[in-house]
């Protein structure tokens, strides 16, 4: 079997602690967080400060799922606009709901600044550039609806969206300026500091293994055999859910993002790509995101196959991809090369659970986690520590497998050729 490499640019910081509080089996906590990513950090944060005991067990180290690795865009909303939401989930809660997506991007910012997280970031906007008419439309149509509540957005035509990004072949796009970059492992890292802080414990290296409810009180066992006590349990295991709660992993369908950094721009060229900062994600149907680093280089990332990657003609798609709207950068080395899973729902949207009182799950990021888990932890927080089922944002739903989920994937890949071929019609 080859072996996956993976060299993602965020490094840790020496200064960070390894996560190693003691599992205590006595007694009974208010909650057991599964899964050390952004969700579980965040929720452990919020429901700490809120006086509850939590403790997050994580399979790995902090960071090493995709809150670690992503492209640390937080970008605001989901992938679909006002309007929709308020048919889709009706007036209220529609309205709730804009209210909440239209929020996520500050939740990750007024972390950073009123926590004083140690985060590189640059808080510029995001734009969604637009290749054909039809995304164009849909963009004019986004910003109409954003716009009118309140929101700091603006439509670029050709020009202004060359001026801003340097890149070729875009008919216009959108800007969403409440939304930004940042160091995706530095932010997660600081999360977990601050909810130590607040007084949650986290483990490393504690994958769970067993989950059971004796007398109304859920039993949690790990890999090392230790079990804990809770009077809740969060799965926030996203793309990365295992067999732990039969049905959960068949609801998502996880997909790799593959990511390339090149080494840092010369100064010719850092002036002319993305000079204010901003993120950019495409209109493509297998779309492609990229931003600059703290350190200057270029970062895109893309599908990437699910077979575990292995050299580094396996990332060959997004060189293409990078140079297709660069040609300047095709001197430039690309020096490093990573991937992690996201979780996609057949509806596209976050999925919530609690299928038994106090087993509560939360899966399908869709690839914009980094601002709606930061937002969506403190609302689970909220949950546990109230029982108000009204503080949370989605509805809770029961877990519904998808059907022939074990040939889903074989489905998705050829999809994702097909995609592929209709997005290289169009260019
Ligand atoms: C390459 C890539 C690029 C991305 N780019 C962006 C972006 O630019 N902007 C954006 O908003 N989103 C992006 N995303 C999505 C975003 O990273 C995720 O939505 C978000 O990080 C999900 O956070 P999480 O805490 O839910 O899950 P994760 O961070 O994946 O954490 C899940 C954790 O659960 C642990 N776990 C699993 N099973 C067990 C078990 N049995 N016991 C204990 N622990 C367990 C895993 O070890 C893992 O640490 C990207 C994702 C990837 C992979």
Redesign the pocket.
Same mark, same amino acid.
């Given at each position: 079997m080859p072996v996956a490499f993976s060299d993602p640019i965020w490094r840790k910081p020496k200064a960070v602690p390894a996560f190693q509080s003691g599992l205590s089996s006595g007694g009974t906590l208010d909650a057991v967080i +599964?899964?050390? /990513?952004?969700?579980?950090l965040s929720t452990a944060l919020h429901a700490a400060r809120a006086g509850l005991s939590v403790q997050v067990?994580?399979?790995?180290a902090i960071g090493?799922?995709?809150?670690g690795? =992503?492209?640390?865009? +937080?970008?605001p909303g989901l992938k679909y606009d006002p309007e929709w939401l308020l048919r889709h989930f009706g007036k209220e809660r529609g309205e709730a709901l804009v209210e909440f997506t239209a929020a996520t991007a500050d939740a990750v910012f007024d972390l950073i600044r009123n926590e004083k997280l140690a985060v590189p970031f640059t808080r510029n906007g995001w734009i969604q550039a637009a290749h054909t008419e039809t995304a164009l439309t849909a963009a004019a149509n986004r910003d109409r609806q954003w716009r009118s509540r309140g929101a700091d957005v603006e439509l670029l035509d050709r020009a202004g969206i060359a001026a801003m990004t340097g890149a070729r072949g875009y008919l216009g796009g959108w800007l969403d300026r409440r939304a930004g970059v940042i160091d995706?492992l530095s932010y997660t890292l600081e999360l977990a500091r601050v909810a130590s802080a607040a007084g949650a414990s986290i483990a490393e290296q504690?994958?769970?293994?067993k989950l059971s409810k004796e007398a109304g009180v859920w039993r949690v066992s790990t890999q090392s055999g230790t079990e804990l006590r809770a009077k809740a349990v969060v799965l926030?295991? =996203?793309? !990365?859910?295992?067999g732990?709660l039969p049905g959960l992993a068949q609801t998502i369908v996880p997909l790799h993002?593959f990511?390339i950094a090149t080494a840092p721009l010369p100064a010719d060229l850092a002036a002319t790509i993305l000079p204010g900062g901003q993120a950019v994600s495409d209109s493509r149907r297998i779309l492609i !995101?990229y931003r600059r680093s703290p350190d200057g280089r270029m970062v895109l990332?893309g599908r990437g196959r699910m077979a575990l990657p292995s050299r580094a003609a396996d990332w060959a798609h997004c060189e293409r991809a990078l140079i297709r709207l660069y040609p300047a950068l095709a001197g430039v080395a690309v020096e490093k090369r990573w991937?992690?899973?996201?979780a996609l729902t057949p509806d596209h949207l976050p999925h919530l659970h609690e299928p038994e009182k106090g087993l509560l799950a939360?899966v399908g990021?869709q /690839?914009?986690?980094?601002?709606?888990?930061s937002a969506l932890g403190r609302r689970m927080a909220n949950y546990l520590a109230s029982g108000d089922a009204g503080q949370l944002p989605f509805p809770l739903s029961p877990i519904r497998p998808i059907p022939f989920h074990a040939f889903r994937q074989v489905g998705v890949a050829a999809a994702i050729t097909w995609y592929r071929m209709l997005d290289a019609f169009e260019r």
């Open positions: +599964v899964g050390g /990513g952004i969700m579980g067990l994580d399979a790995g090493q799922g995709a809150s690795l =992503n492209g640390g865009q +937080v970008i995706p504690q994958r769970v293994v926030a295991t =996203n793309a !990365y859910t295992d732990l993002s990511q !995101y990332g991937f992690g899973r996201v939360v990021c /690839g914009r986690g980094v601002g709606l888990m």
